[in-house]
C-alpha cells in the first residue's frame, strides 16, 4: 500500500464551526506533514510530525491544531477559521532523508 | 515560507519539444526532489537527487544539481501533452523532515 488517504475531499464550513481533517499512511513512515496550498501557489508548511512527535511547527495560527494519534494517522482539527483559510489542504508522509507521498487535499471553503 | 525560487514561473511549449525548468535554493540540503502536480490536486513525486550527486535520469527527466550554486535544473526530454502540470522543487535540508517548496514551473505542452 503506496497511499496517503486524506479525508474529506471537500470541505465547507462556517466561521464558528470545529472540523477535522484526517490522513492515514500505512507504510510505515515515521514523518507526517500538513500543507496548505492557495491557488497558483506552493504548498506551505504547517506542521510536521515525527516519531509521532512534533517537530516543525510553522508559526500557524492556534485555530489549527494537529494531532498525531498513532504513527499512521495525522488528523488537522480546525476551529473558528476565517475565510482566507480557504485552500487546499494537503498531508503527506516520508521515511528519512526520502520522498514524500502526497495524499490527494482537502479543498476547504470557509464561509 | 519557501526555500527558493522557479524560473521560468510559466512555460509554454509544443509537443515533442524539450522543457527546462530550474530551482535555486538558499539553505544547505541533504537532497533536493522535484514534484509534479496535476489541476491543484495530490503531488507525485518525480526524482530525488542527493546533495552529494551532480545529474541523475529517470525515463524522459534528466535532474541536474548545483550546490555550490545553490540550484538545479529539470530537463523533460521529448514532451507530451499529458506532461502538462505544474512542477515544483522541494529541498530536505539538514535538519531533516523539513521539506520545503520552490514556487513551480506551469509547463502547457500543446498537442
Known amino acids: 500500500d503506496t497511499e496517503v488517504t486524506q479525508t474529506p475531499k471537500h470541505l465547507v464550513m462556517g466561521m464558528t464551526n470545529k472540523k477535522s481533517l484526517k490522513c492515514e499512511q500505512h507504510m510505515g513512515h515515521r514523518a507526517m506533514y500538513w500543507y496548505k496550498q492557495k491557488a497558483k501557489k506552493p504548498p506551505e508548511l504547517m506542521f510536521v510530525?515525527?516519531?509521532?512527535?512534533?517537530?516543525i511547527n510553522e508559526s500557524v495560527p492556534s485555530r489549527f491544531s494537529p494531532e498525531c494519534p498513532n504513527s499512521s494517522l495525522l488528523n488537522l482539527h480546525l476551529h473558528a477559521l476565517q475565510p482566507e483559510d480557504s485552500a487546499l489542504y494537503l498531508c503527506?508522509?516520508?521515511?528519512?532523508?526520502?520522498?514524500?507521498?502526497f495524499g490527494q487535499g482537502t479543498r476547504l471553503t470557509v464561509v | 515560507s519557501q526555500q527558493g525560487e522557479e524560473d521560468p514561473q510559466a512555460l509554454s511549449i509544443q509537443e515533442g519539444e524539450n522543457a527546462t525548468m530550474n530551482c535555486s535554493y538558499k539553505t544547505s540540503i541533504n537532497n533536493l526532489q522535484w514534484y509534479r502536480q496535476n489541476s491543484g490536486r495530490g503531488l507525485v513525486h518525480l526524482i530525488l537527487i542527493r546533495s552529494n550527486e551532480r545529474e541523475k535520469h529517470s525515463g524522459r527527466l534528466r535532474v541536474t544539481l548545483d550546490t555550490s550554486k545553490k540550484s538545479s535544473s529539470l530537463l523533460i526530454t521529448a514532451s507530451r501533452a499529458a506532461d502538462t502540470a505544474s512542477y515544483f522543487c522541494a529541498t530536505d535540508n539538514r535538519r531533516g523532515w523539513d521539506m520545503r517548496f520552490g514556487a513551480g514551473t506551469r509547463l502547457t505542452v500543446k498537442p
Open positions: 510530525y515525527s516519531y509521532e512527535k512534533l517537530s
Open positions: 503527506a508522509s516520508s521515511q528519512d532523508k526520502q520522498y514524500a507521498f
